[in-house]
């Protein structure tokens, strides 16, 4: 999904990826203290970094690896929310 994305993006694979990763988000962001309108408004600045930061992400060998990119932005997005 990620190299789709990457390679030649389109309407379904984002739609697929915001399917697959907005709980995540928004499960991590409820672990950080932070629910309700907030949340989705972090939510929606993180998915659009996402968005404008995916070229830059360096797939890695090891598991976990997007996730971790992407919680890394989760936590920067609360922050500047805060």
Do not use: H
């Not at 993006?9 to 709980?23: K, Q």
């Not at 928004?26 to 970094?49: F, H, I, K, Y």
Request: aromatic residues 10%; glycine residues 4%.
């Amino acid at each position: 999904l990620l190299d789709r994305l990457r390679l030649s993006p389109d309407a379904d694979a984002w739609s697929r990826l915001v399917a697959i990763y907005t709980p995540l988000i928004r499960a991590w962001l409820s672990r950080l203290g932070m629910a309700g309108p907030d949340a989705e408004d972090v939510t929606q600045n993180v998915l659009l970094v996402l968005v404008k930061r995916l070229g830059e992400f360096e797939r890695q060998p090891r598991p976990g690896a997007f996730r971790r990119w992407l919680r890394t932005i989760t936590v920067n997005c609360l922050r500047d929310f805060w």
